[in-house]
């Protein structure tokens, strides 16, 4: 598995932006599908963008066209940049990563995801 540690959550205001930062160690060489998923109190987790080792993007509805997924591979790390931050777009934010075999990373189950970081809390004020 991999290991994975989220950074760069924090408070904004509605219109704000802000970059997520997740460092993968361990195996990452099998982690060929990364992903970020986020979660309120009482809601499923939703997956809100994905990215595999070749740069193929994924995103959710409700995030495209304001957040952009991207990835370092030489310090192993994926972002997630967030413009336009909504205070709906509030909740734990999680960095999860998996050895895929389909055609495209999945965006949308959590338990395609094996390996979690321990998520970083973002909190956008109107």
């Known amino acids: 598995q991999v290991q994975l540690a989220e950074s760069g959550g924090g408070s904004v205001e509605t219109g704000g932006s802000l970059r997520l930062s997740c460092a993968a160690s361990?195996?990452?060489?099998?982690?060929?599908?990364m992903a970020w998923f986020r979660q309120t109190p009482g809601k499923e987790r939703e997956g809100i963008a994905a990215?595999?080792?070749?740069?193929?993007?994924r995103y959710g509805d409700t995030v495209k066209g304001r957040f952009t997924i991207s990835q370092e591979n030489a310090n192993n790390t994926v972002y997630l940049q967030m413009n336009s931050l909504k205070p709906e777009d509030t909740a734990i934010y999680y960095c999860?990563?998996?050895?895929?075999?389909?055609?495209?990373?999945?965006?949308?189950?959590?338990?395609?995801?094996?390996?979690w970081g321990q998520g970083t809390q973002v909190t956008v004020s109107s």
């Open positions: 361990g195996n990452t060489y099998s982690a060929n599908c």
């Open positions: 999860a990563a998996v050895e895929w075999f389909g055609l495209a990373c999945p965006t949308t189950t959590p338990l395609n995801y094996d390996s």
């Open positions: 990215i595999d080792s070749d740069g193929r993007t």
